[in-house]
């Protein structure tokens, strides 16, 4: 049973964010070369041709950050600790400087009554164990259980909630299938050789973390429903649904690959790639599960006359579809349905069983400009947003009432960031960011949100701070 994931009668709320995202510093106290540094460095791979070596310079300014946090009024600050400023060869010498780092985020959130919860992998891989075959290679499955608990041993008397890997799919995927990502790869079925890995990483690194007395191991996933635009197109949705969540999910809960996922991707069949006692060590592995939703996706029997979805080589094996994108569309280009949300959260709590937590969701919106508001503070007008967390919000609470135990509701993102291939051209952010001098400014979404959580019954009691 879990011990310190949110237990009460409604809903946490929490601000997530991720290390390359936000943290800069690129260069700094010891931190080793990522694959994201790495790819950001191709001509062509972002879109503004930006890195994430300055991004919010969070590294410098966490304080200012966590104060944000805890003027919202949330309870909790996820954020996720960078594999090369821990480890930076990926094995072997660990950089001090990087856990002091961490020890020094985490006690200022505990200071300002902010809970904080520590993902262990949000996609940047040291460059070493990339050019060693990264993601493709067990031996990166077996470094990752080696820094989770270095990790853990620095931070585990005060982070109380961890997840292991943060949208696995992404990294294995669009990492290895189509190249979208970080490290750039267009294997094709490769993707499927980096999934299994990456699953194995969380089952090694479950399996001693809760040895060492972790109560509260997660795992979080970027779930989504597929709707099928006609009946022709059901048997593809199923695949693509096999591919994008229950290749995840099966190992969870029945430690196993089913029948429609080995026949989309063989090379889940190989005794030489999934060993004996693999899928049992993910089997019961996770105390909760976490889900990142953005948009449902709607695949049709591929038509010359519709657009393919950038992604669609991220599903290696499907058979050939293109997703219908409706309107209304955030800046990104995906659809808003909040129903999609309350659809994954109860699909995920009838397949798992498992406690749930909303890791991230949110829209990237064309902001306004930084204005003078009616109190004369600076502020953005971003009500397109505000009616997106609305609607969301709204979709949590009726899974909830549908039976999913839906615990809390983290926003994403705390702040405008690196947008990983998009650059800077999209922001996510409830708080802007300057491009130039890197000033926060709170938007109208940000403030929202904070009357929202003050209004809302807490499991804290908390409530906001004037930031």
């Not at 856990?99 to 460059?127: E, F, I, K, M, S």
């Not at 597929?226 to 809960?253: C, H, K, M, Q, Y």
């Not at 505000?386 to 983290?410: Q, S, W």
Request: hydrophobic share 40%.
């Amino acid at each position: 049973m879990t011990q310190h994931l949110p237990a009460g009668p409604t809903l946490a709320f929490g601000a997530a964010t991720a290390a390359y995202q936000i943290e800069g510093a690129a260069r700094e106290d010891g931190r080793g070369t990522s694959i994201w540094d790495t790819f950001a460095a191709r001509p062509g791979a972002i879109r503004d041709g930006r890195d994430g070596s300055v991004a919010c310079d969070s590294y410098h300014r966490f304080e200012e950050d966590l104060d944000l946090v805890a003027g919202l009024g949330a309870g909790w600050y996820r954020f996720s600790v960078a594999w090369p400023r821990i480890v930076p060869a990926g094995t072997g010498a660990v950089e001090p400087r990087g856990l002091d780092y961490y020890d020094r985020l985490v006690d200022a959130a505990l200071a300002r009554g902010v809970r904080p919860t520590a993902t262990l992998y949000h996609w940047d891989l040291p460059q070493p164990l990339e050019d060693r075959g990264g993601w493709l290679e067990r031996s990166t499955a077996e470094a990752f259980a080696d820094y989770a608990m270095v990790v853990h041993d620095r931070l585990g008397d005060r982070v109380r909630v961890w997840a292991t890997h943060n949208e696995p799919w992404c990294a294995a995927y669009l990492g290895y299938a189509a190249g979208i990502h970080a490290p750039g790869r267009r294997e094709g079925g490769a993707g499927h050789r980096a999934a299994h890995h990456l699953n194995l990483g969380h089952g090694l690194a479950a399996a001693r973390l809760h040895d060492a007395g972790v109560t509260d191991l997660g795992i979080v996933h970027n779930l989504a429903p597929f709707w099928p635009e006609s009946p022709a197109a059901a048997g593809a949705a199923d695949e693509l649904d096999a591919v994008r969540n229950r290749i995840w999910t099966g190992p969870l809960a029945e430690g196993a690959y089913d029948e429609g996922l080995l026949r989309v991707a063989p090379e889940l069949a190989d005794p030489a790639l999934v060993r004996d006692g693999d899928l049992a060590l993910v089997r019961g592995s996770a105390d909760w599960i976490g889900v990142n939703y953005y948009t449902p996706f709607r695949p049709a029997l591929a038509d010359p006359g519709l657009d393919v979805h950038p992604e669609i080589e991220a599903y290696p094996g499907v058979t050939p579809v293109s997703f219908v994108v409706r309107e209304p569309r955030t800046d990104i280009g995906w659809e808003v349905d909040a129903a999609g949300l309350e659809a994954v959260l109860v699909q995920t709590h009838e397949r798992t069983g498992l406690p749930i937590v909303v890791t991230e969701n949110g829209a990237a919106c064309a902001d306004d400009a930084v204005v003078a508001g009616p109190d004369g503070r600076p502020m953005v007008d971003d009500g397109d947003r505000i009616d997106y967390l609305r609607e969301h919000l709204a979709a949590t609470e009726a899974a909830r009432g549908a039976g999913a135990d839906v615990r809390g509701y983290f926003v994403w993102t705390l702040l405008d960031n690196f947008e990983w291939a998009e650059g800077y051209t999209k922001t996510f952010g409830i708080v802007h960011l300057a491009p130039s001098t890197l000033t926060r400014t709170p938007k109208a979404s940000y403030h929202w949100l904070a009357e929202h959580i003050a209004s809302a019954p807490s499991e804290t009691g908390r409530r906001p701070v004037s930031p």
